[in-house]
């Protein structure tokens, strides 16, 4: 059992509270805090379940949100907290990308930049210093969450969508000792052949293709798996679908690979929240069901 909670947290060492809303007898929290690998501040959310507050820690999910996304995103828009809620799992979303240090051209376009970090950590001047989300997701931002919240340090799962669906789904592969479960909504699954892709790897991780492989889902798959299903929701209507995304070279992948894949098409829907929305209980479900045990 865990330190009970005050004021919604264990802790506050260097955590800023912007905001805490009590929602289906759990909190829905928004927080800032100074990032050292990101170079300034950096904001993210949690909601934790009525289970929190009870003395005990919960299973926690890690989302990771798409393109000009921010930590508000998803806990506004998706309608996560009920189900969540209901499952005593606590959800934990963050930016996008670092905002206070700019960049000359950081705002130049919608796709790379501002709200558009990759989930990577840039080689690339000026980038490098402060573009470190692969960094801040899987070990800072953790450790920060995990010494504050009420979580299990044991039962983490990670999903996202479109860019964060390949973050979510690349994390989950080069660390599968840290996340139990991963799903992804209209991921970009092969960012090294399509033009989201290849436009920020060539901008944060330069010209030299072989660098790109370690965070490409599609690539990975042919030295790494993970231990659980990835399940993995596309709308047909989905206007990105076959320039950007391209969900039949992540099924081939998983095939040559034996990795076990969950691919569900869904017939008219589209890239929107409005279809993170209509299948988010699955989603919640699916980790809930690896993260509960122990």
């Known amino acids: 059992m865990g330190t009970p909670l005050v004021d919604g947290l264990l802790g506050r060492a260097g955590i800023t509270v912007r905001s805490e809303q009590r929602a289906f007898l759990g909190r829905q929290g928004f927080y800032e805090h100074v990032s050292t690998v990101c170079g300034g501040p950096m904001r993210f959310g949690v909601y934790l379940p009525p289970a929190a507050f009870s003395g005990g820690r919960v299973p926690v999910l890690y989302f990771l949100a798409g393109l000009t996304c921010n930590e508000e995103t998803f806990a506004i828009k998706a309608g996560a907290q009920k189900r969540a809620a209901a499952l005593g799992l606590a959800l934990v979303t963050c930016d996008t990308s670092p905002r206070t240090t700019r960049l000359a051209g950081d705002d130049a376009d919608w796709d790379f930049g ?160 409005f279809f993170i929305a209509s299948f988010i209980d699955d989603h919640l479900v699916h980790h809930a069901r690896v993260l509960s045990k122990g």
């Open 114 to 273: 501002l709200g558009a970090g990759f989930y990577l950590d840039a080689s690339q001047s000026p980038w490098s210093g402060t573009y470190n989300m692969y960094s801040y997701v899987t070990r800072e931002l953790r450790e920060l969450v995990e010494a504050n919240f009420p979580v299990r340090e044991d039962a983490r799962g990670i999903f996202g969508h479109s860019m964060g669906g390949h973050g979510a789904l690349s994390i989950a592969l080069r660390e599968p000792a840290l996340y139990q479960s991963v799903s992804a909504f209209a991921p970009i699954v092969a960012p090294s052949q399509v033009p989201w892709g290849t436009k920020a790897f060539t901008g944060y991780l330069g010209p030299d293709r072989s660098r790109w492989a370690a965070h490409d889902t599609v690539e990975l798959l042919k030295t790494h798996q993970h231990p659980g299903t990835l399940l993995v929701d596309q709308g047909t209507s989905d206007k990105f679908l076959e320039q950007q995304l391209k969900p039949e070279l992540l099924q081939a992948a998983c095939a040559a690979s034996g990795q076990h894949l969950t691919l569900r098409m869904h017939d008219g829907y589209d890239h929107s929240y």
